[in-house]
């Protein structure tokens, strides 16, 4: 079946300092990616979406200029959260899908990022 | 905007049991709907996904089943094992995104 990377698992970091998570997919060319963020005993909410080569379309009330997402290509999407603080720690998860795997419509998640900002 | 409730929110069984987990939907103008397990700290696997023209999905002791008119999909399980302990995630899907429920947290004990 289709695979998708998370890197890094975890990451504690100061706050005022930028991360970057990487979001791979393995074996499957990956048109569009998507980026959830989901908080203690909640459900995930969707941040972006982002289809290769283009601009992500970020959902109402995230903010992009924080949230930076680049798809540069069909194998990877990585998110910076820019000048973190301690309300973005959270669990952050990857999904892609891409044409014909097995089919356009499935997602593939990824294992997860923790973030916790200090 | 479409929302997703998941009952109960919590549920604890003995090993062997059969169960039933219900998801109810607010849009039924959806395409599919997905049913995802997901372990503490961990990312999702996928279950099952139902087209909106079906009406279940089976797959070994798992059976999904959808009335997308509705808005109610159910997930039963059956003889259920210490191994299906986890948080299981219901999410239709609409013209591009999935609109994930906050999921039933399932305990099965030996």
């Known amino acids: 079946g289709a695979v998708v990377s998370q890197h890094p698992s975890r990451v504690i970091c100061k706050s005022g300092t930028s991360v970057k998570i990487e979001c791979r997919s393995l074996d499957f060319q990956a048109t569009t990616m998507f980026w959830y963020r989901q908080f203690p005993k909640q459900s995930l909410m969707l941040m972006a979406t982002s289809n290769e080569g283009s601009k992500a379309t970020y959902e109402q009330g995230v903010e992009k200029d924080k949230f930076l997402i680049n798809h540069a290509s069909l194998t990877l999407s990585t998110l910076t959260v820019t000048s973190a603080h301690p309300e973005d720690s959270s669990f952050y998860i990857c999904?892609?899908?891409?044409?014909?795997?097995?089919?356009?419509?499935?997602?593939?998640f990824g294992p997860g990022t923790r973030l916790t900002v200090l | 905007k479409q929302e997703v409730t998941q009952i109960p929110a919590a549920l604890s069984v003995p090993e062997g049991e059969n169960l039933v987990l219900n998801c109810s939907f607010t849009?039924?103008?959806?395409?599919?709907l997905q049913w995802f397990r997901q372990d503490p700290g961990k990312g999702l696997t996928s279950l099952l996904l139902?087209?909106?023209?079906?009406r279940e999905q089976t797959s070994g002791r798992l059976n999904a089943s959808l009335d997308k008119s509705s808005g109610r999909s159910t997930l039963y399980i059956a003889a259920s094992q210490p191994g299906d302990s986890a948080t299981y995630l219901c999410a239709p899907k609409g013209y591009s995104t999935l609109t994930f429920g906050k999921g039933t947290m399932l305990l099965v004990s030996p």
């Open positions: 999904s892609a899908r891409g044409p014909g795997v097995p089919t356009t419509d499935t997602q593939y």
């Open positions: 849009d039924s103008a959806i395409y599919n």
């Open positions: 139902i087209q909106s023209s079906q």
